[in-house]
């Protein structure tokens, strides 16, 4: 099985477009493409991501990607 490479994924752009117009929506201070890349958020996202996709859809990996999706949205409180 071929190891699941984050970066430069459609998932990496999915993810930095979502959080760009999320940022642009709320009018909040505009950050760069790294400094959203090196944000615990997204390194938490990544983590969540690559594990699912190398390891597979275990109870562990489906529980700890949900998380990281509702912080990625800021949905942590649902």
Known sequence: MEEYV???SASERTCLNTLF???AAEK???VSRQE???SDVVL???KSLV???NEGETE???AEYKNAV???LNLDGL
Do not use: C
């Open 51 to 53: 594990a699912l996709r």
């Open 60 to 62: 562990k990996n489906m």
């Open 21 to 23: 117009q999320i940022r």
């Open 6 to 8: 984050w970066e430069n």
């Open 70 to 72: 509702k912080k990625l």
């Open 28 to 30: 909040a201070q505009d």
């Open 36 to 38: 959203l890349l090196d």
């Open 44 to 46: 938490g996202y990544k």
